[in-house]
């Protein structure tokens, strides 16, 4: 009896669903426009209790990589666990709309011009019909999304994508004992707040900021390096705010931390530019059952980062995603050998340069050597110190290192020993030392354009045209009802790659994008007198009209 009584257990057990597991919370604390600024990297400018407290108890990443050294196309490659020239996203930026999906412009006329000079609208990328929003696999999983509350995809993000995507978005609004994915992203460290904070009292002083060989011993840097320092330990107090309201919540013990920024840091030659001042950022992961500082030197790009939140939610892993795993149950065994990344539009400027990186070494592909390596963008001339450093360089008062960025022309290739050369001055293409070495990245960068299938080769006036036959926006069909039975609904729709999103609600209601949608993915159980709104939407495709059906 005993025998039979432990086998119809042992059964049981073995076919319990996914929600009845515990299974951890995930938090993603997000800033922008940082590199490696902090303490747990060696640089003790600024004062962050709160991020060293977090340190103490994380693996330290010392070669974390964004894709991109700027944030739409980087966070397009966060959000589907795919490079950004793989899918037609890496042009930055695409839309008006940089927040929520629910405020999306693709109206007027952008000042972007492609490389052959043509000009390019505001667009939602359409990306390939099989690639989703990694949250859409955590909440099918039952997991409880929220992003507060940048998006900036390059697309706008579906409905499917969160449970929450807006300023109030927070894991204290999810079912009881509902496993979270929660995001915040903090906008104190952005490169637009070193002149909107110009008037905010400075915490840093100007005097005792370090200065990296490409920056002049200048007053006007020394205020906005100070600044960017200040910047940070805002960044530090808003972090401290959240790990508080996570311990208040008694979470800290079921809760996998995750800190990074989006690419690297703010200021001139960092954001935008192809080395390690504009991809290299920190990378913090706190797992509560391993909580020891650890500094782990393996190489992680920002691609990765979908594929190994899935992994710590025992969640599979989409066949169709280029990014490795770097924790969790499907964690690749190897190490990665290199980071690739990507620089073509920024802003108003047009380029195309292609990166591999190693643990030592930083390989650059120039496919336009003809244009300058300086990009006269507006948007970063709002800053006092980029002017000075023009006015600087037009009056021949930066020395070689300072000059560098502003070189006319670039060579075809670069090569960088980052190791001799942090600061990634000093081009040793031609260095015969290092012939075997380049030969071999080169190699390298030439099997990874062709196994991601490089987009950067069209022009994007060509690409949008492509994705919006006509330059009109394509339009997701219309979701369909099918009911079986009397309480039993499925619904369909027949735009290839749409998800479907619905609201079951017992009163009439006016829902807009931001009301609470549930991912469709398994028939519904409808009940009498109930109502059920529908809409569907391919990335990239406006959504369908909202379908409504009553009961």
Same mark, same amino acid.
């Given at each position: 009896?005993? $025998?039979?009584?432990?086998?119809?257990?042992?059964?049981?057990?073995? /076919?319990?669903?996914?929600?009845?597991? %515990?299974?951890?919370? *995930?938090?993603?604390?997000?800033?922008?426009? &940082?590199?490696?600024?902090?303490?747990?990297?060696?640089?003790?400018?600024?004062?962050?209790?709160?991020?060293?407290?977090?340190?103490?108890?994380?693996?330290?990443?010392?070669?974390?990589?964004?894709?991109?050294?700027?944030?739409?196309?980087?966070?397009?490659? &966060?959000?589907?666990?795919?490079?950004?020239?793989?899918?037609?996203?890496?042009?930055?930026?695409?839309?008006?709309?940089?927040?929520?999906?629910? %405020?999306?412009?693709?109206?007027?006329?952008?000042?972007?011009?492609?490389?052959?000079?043509?000009?390019?609208?505001?667009?939602?990328?359409?990306?390939?019909?099989?690639?989703?929003?990694?949250?859409?696999?955590?909440?099918?999983?039952?997991?409880?999304?929220?992003?507060?509350?940048?998006?900036?995809?390059?697309?706008?993000?579906?409905?499917?994508?969160?449970?929450?995507?807006?300023?109030?978005?927070?894991?204290?609004?999810?079912?009881?004992?509902?496993?979270?994915?929660?995001?915040?992203?903090?906008?104190?460290?952005?490169?637009? $707040?070193?002149?909107?904070?110009?008037?905010?009292?400075?915490?840093?002083?100007?005097?005792?900021?370090?200065?990296?060989?490409?920056?002049?011993?200048?007053?006007?840097?020394?205020?906005?390096?100070?600044?960017?320092?200040?910047?940070?330990?805002?960044?530090?107090?808003?972090?401290?705010?959240?790990?508080?309201?996570?311990?208040?919540?008694?979470?800290?013990?079921?809760?996998?931390?995750?800190?990074?920024?989006?690419?690297?840091?703010?200021?001139?030659?960092?954001?935008?530019?192809?080395?390690?001042?504009? @991809?290299? /950022?920190?990378?913090?992961?706190?797992?509560?059952?391993?909580?020891?500082?650890?500094?782990?030197?393996?190489?992680?790009?920002?691609?990765?980062?979908?594929?190994?939140?899935?992994?710590?939610?025992?969640?599979?892993?989409?066949?169709?995603?280029?990014?490795?795993?770097?924790?969790?149950?499907?964690?690749?065994?190897?190490?990665?050998?290199?980071?690739?990344?990507?620089?073509?539009?920024?802003?108003?400027?047009?380029?195309?340069?292609?990166?591999?990186?190693?643990?030592?070494?930083?390989?650059?592909?120039?496919?336009?050597?003809?244009?300058?390596?300086?990009?006269?963008?507006?948007?970063?001339?709002?800053?006092?110190?980029?002017?000075?450093?023009?006015?600087?360089?037009?009056?021949?008062?930066?020395?070689?290192?300072?000059?560098?960025?502003?070189?006319?022309?670039?060579?075809?290739?670069?090569?960088?020993?980052?190791?001799?050369?942090?600061?990634?001055?000093?081009?040793?293409?031609?260095?015969?030392?290092?012939?075997?070495?380049?030969?071999?990245?080169?190699?390298?960068?030439?099997?990874?354009?062709?196994?991601?299938?490089?987009?950067?080769? @069209?022009?994007?006036?060509?690409?949008?045209?492509?994705?919006?036959?006509?330059?009109?926006?394509?339009?997701?069909?219309?979701?369909? *009802?099918?009911?079986?039975? $009397?309480? /039993?609904?499925?619904?369909?729709?027949?735009?290839?790659?749409?998800? *479907?999103?619905?609201?079951?609600?017992?009163?009439?209601?006016?829902?807009?994008?931001?009301?609470?949608?549930?991912?469709?993915? $398994?028939?519904?159980?409808?009940?009498?007198?109930?109502?059920?709104?529908?809409?569907?939407?391919?990335?990239?495709?406006?959504?369908?009209?909202?379908?409504?059906?009553?009961?």
């Amino acid at each position: 009896m005993m $025998k039979k009584i432990f086998a119809v257990l042992f059964v049981l057990l073995q /076919t319990l669903p996914l929600f009845s597991q %515990k299974r951890p919370n *995930i938090l993603w604390l997000t800033c922008e426009d &940082i590199s490696p600024y902090l303490l747990a990297y060696g640089d003790s400018t600024a004062n962050t209790p709160n991020l060293d407290r977090l340190a103490s108890e994380s693996k330290i990443y010392t070669n974390a990589f964004a894709v991109v050294p700027v944030c739409a196309p980087s966070r397009s490659a &966060i959000i589907t666990g795919m490079y950004p020239t793989s899918i037609g996203t890496m042009h930055m930026r695409t839309a008006k709309d940089i927040m929520g999906w629910g %405020k999306r412009d693709y109206s007027g006329k952008s000042n972007a011009k492609d490389i052959n000079g043509d000009n390019v609208p505001f667009y939602s990328a359409v990306i390939p019909p099989y690639v989703k929003c990694f949250t859409e696999y955590l909440r099918k999983a039952g997991y409880y999304c929220t992003n507060n509350y940048k998006t900036d995809y390059q697309f706008a993000a579906p409905v499917s994508a969160w449970d929450e995507n807006n300023p109030n978005a927070h894991w204290r609004h999810r079912a009881k004992g509902q496993p979270f994915f929660a995001v915040f992203n903090y906008n104190e460290t952005h490169e637009s $707040k070193i002149w909107k904070f110009k008037s905010k009292p400075q915490t840093v002083s100007p005097d005792s900021v370090p200065l990296p060989p490409y920056f002049p011993d200048d007053s006007v840097v020394r205020q906005d390096v100070a600044r960017n320092y200040s910047n940070i330990e805002l960044l530090d107090k808003r972090i401290g705010q959240r790990l508080k309201e996570l311990e208040e919540d008694g979470l800290l013990d079921n809760t996998i931390i995750f800190f990074f920024s989006d690419h690297g840091g703010p200021l001139p030659r960092g954001k935008r530019l192809s080395y390690d001042s504009g @991809l290299k /950022t920190p990378l913090f992961v706190r797992i509560p059952d391993n909580l020891k500082q650890e500094f782990r030197g393996e190489l992680v790009s920002f691609v990765d980062l979908a594929p190994t939140v899935l992994s710590l939610a025992g969640v599979n892993i989409p066949e169709y995603m280029q990014g490795r795993a770097f924790l969790g149950k499907e964690k690749e065994p190897a190490e990665r050998k290199y980071i690739f990344a990507s620089g073509d539009r920024f802003d108003e400027f047009t380029d195309r340069i292609r990166v591999v990186r190693d643990k030592r070494f930083l390989y650059v592909r120039n496919y336009h050597p003809e244009l300058p390596s300086y990009k006269d963008i507006r948007y970063r001339k709002q800053m006092d110190m980029m002017r000075r450093l023009l006015l600087l360089n037009s009056l021949g008062k930066l020395n070689r290192d300072q000059n560098y960025w502003f070189r006319i022309k670039k060579t075809p290739e670069e090569f960088y020993d980052c190791k001799t050369d942090p600061f990634n001055l000093h081009n040793l293409i031609y260095d015969t030392g290092y012939t075997a070495k380049i030969s071999e990245m080169r190699k390298a960068m030439d099997d990874w354009l062709a196994a991601t299938g490089d987009m950067g080769a @069209l022009p994007e006036k060509q690409m949008f045209l492509q994705m919006w036959p006509g330059g009109i926006q394509p339009v997701t069909g219309k979701p369909v *009802i099918k009911t079986e039975g $009397k309480t /039993t609904v499925k619904l369909f729709c027949n735009t290839k790659g749409a998800s *479907i999103a619905y609201i079951l609600s017992e009163k009439d209601i006016s829902p807009d994008l931001d009301s609470g949608w549930k991912l469709y993915y $398994k028939p519904l159980k409808i009940k009498k007198g109930q109502i059920l709104y529908v809409v569907a939407q391919r990335i990239g495709f406006k959504e369908s009209e909202i379908v409504i059906k009553h009961f």
